[in-house]
């Protein structure tokens, strides 16, 4: 018998040879040989022609990651290295981009190390690891070649290519360990490869922000998903706001861009409520946080308070008119040359002076700002960049990204909020347990700044007319 690839435990102890010669037979020519450059191909390549340029003479490694275990032989789904997918266009997983340098220093040549296709002359494409007929069919070599535009080679011979070539070497590290392992490099150096690749994400390019558009129409479709079944939700619970709008992410997208946050109650005073599992009750508020990921991993980051009766209470509606102006000094801080810092300022400036005239904050309202008091009821930062990832351009320096101004291209968040938690004192008590937060993904455009998510209303009356027109103007509660 031959050497057996399978769980301690199957029920199959091993492959007969007259099983393996059977196997091995009677396969098609499936190679597709008329494809072509992907849409995203010649942007890929602009990017990398930029990364070259920062780094003359440096060998550059960008693995796309692995999978990681849930637990025990299941896997999470794979969503590859960002950085990765920006410089490629690539989603496949076992991969790297490296860019040698060519001799002389003039530039790079770029190839991708991806893992061909099963051989059918071995049991590998249906007993291994990463076999074809488990896991499904890979792009072969020749074919990657064609969408990708760039030499491919395979990554089983990644480690001892690079382990070979003395050239001076930064890789992204935390995704591929025997990548790691094969090559000499600095953790500080590596570092700043990965603060370049980030900072490159910072300006999108038009076919980017045509992919943000998707995203974002794509969510607002999902929100109104939301709506239409929130009379469904009150009868089960936030799963099922969960589960709606996760439908939508996977009808029109790849997936939502990060866990969706269905707070409703005093769950929407939790920043990151993720467990989406508690009641939805009449007289409440349903602070919904979700963003469709396009198939090409773009990603939308849209906020909404709903009142779930369809109508906010007086309380409700003072806090949140609060938020919403404080989002309109946010929104109109937002154009070229403005400090990044600008539309943050701006709305905590507003809260804070909001709170002191509630009599929840004492003293001065712009000391009160200046020490960042109002943070004890607005908790994080005022927006955030918006790509790839949902918090994108994370590892770029702080000079380029908090540190900067903001340019054409850039798509930045803008989400003030007001969190009472319920077990809060210094609060009156009918305002404990109220969460607001109204986030919209902002283009900085020549004249200013474009709203992409500007098909969701905003204001309170709007909130309110939208829901009537997409319930009926029925009363929420046990129809279904």
């Not at 009677?26 to 602009?46: K, M, N, V, Y």
């Not at 109220?434 to 200013?448: C, M, W």
């Amino acid at each position: 018998m031959a050497k057996s690839t399978a769980r301690k435990n199957s029920l199959y102890p091993g492959i007969s040879p007259e099983l393996s010669a059977l196997m091995r037979t009677g396969w098609a020519d499936t190679e597709q040989r008329d494809l072509r450059p992907a849409e995203q191909a010649p942007h890929a390549a602009r990017r990398r022609a930029a990364l070259s340029a920062l780094f003359p003479g440096e060998r550059l490694v960008i693995p796309s990651g692995k999978l990681k275990t849930r637990s025990n032989d299941c896997a999470y789904p794979f969503r590859p290295y960002s950085a990765y997918v920006h410089m490629t266009g690539d989603q496949a997983r076992d991969c790297a981009l490296v860019l040698e340098p060519r001799e002389g220093g003039e530039g790079h040549d770029a190839y991708v190390y991806r893992l061909p296709r099963d051989s059918r002359d071995g049991d590998e494409f249906w007993t291994g690891m990463t076999a074809e007929l488990w896991m499904g069919r890979r792009r072969s070599l020749a074919e990657s070649e064609l969408l990708l535009g760039l030499p491919c080679r395979d990554i089983r011979e990644a480690p001892a290519r690079l382990a070979a070539s003395g050239a001076p070497t930064r890789i992204v590290r935390g995704h591929d360990a025997a990548l790691e392992e094969a090559v000499t490099s600095d953790e500080e150096r590596d570092a700043e490869l990965e603060a370049a690749l980030s900072g490159l994400r910072l300006v999108k390019d038009d076919w980017e922000i045509g992919e943000l558009r998707k995203a974002v129409d794509s969510t607002v479709r999902g929100f109104t998903d939301v709506v239409r079944e929130l009379a469904v939700a009150i009868d089960t619970s936030e799963r099922w706001i969960e589960g709606t709008f996760h439908r939508r992410a996977r009808l029109e997208g790849n997936d939502v861009g990060y866990g969706s946050i269905c707070a409703a109650g005093e769950h929407a005073t939790i920043m990151h409520w993720e467990r989406n599992d508690g009641p939805v009750r009449p007289g409440e508020l349903l602070l919904l946080d979700a963003g469709v990921e396009t198939h090409t991993l773009y990603t939308a980051d849209v906020t909404r308070t709903l009142p779930i009766s369809g109508t906010f209470t007086p309380l409700q509606r003072k806090i949140y008119d609060a938020v919403y102006e404080a989002q309109e000094a946010g929104i109109a801080a937002v154009k070229p040359g403005a400090a990044y810092r600008d539309f943050h300022d701006a709305a905590q400036r507003y809260l804070a002076h909001k709170l002191v005239e509630w009599g929840l904050l004492d003293g001065d309202p712009e000391r009160v700002f200046e020490l960042a008091l109002q943070r004890r009821f607005t908790m994080a930062g005022t927006g955030h960049m918006l790509g790839l990832d949902v918090h994108d351009c994370a590892q770029a320096r702080t000079e380029e990204y908090v540190g900067g101004v903001l340019e054409e291209g850039m798509v930045l968040t803008v989400e003030p909020g007001l969190y009472f938690q319920p077990d809060d004192l210094t609060v009156p008590e009918e305002y404990r347990g109220i969460g607001v937060r109204i986030e919209d993904d902002l283009l900085v455009t020549a004249e200013g700044n474009e709203n992409l998510s500007a098909g969701l209303p905003r204001r309170a009356d709007a909130v309110e007319a939208w829901m009537r027109d997409l319930t009926g103007d029925r009363g929420q509660g046990s129809q279904h």
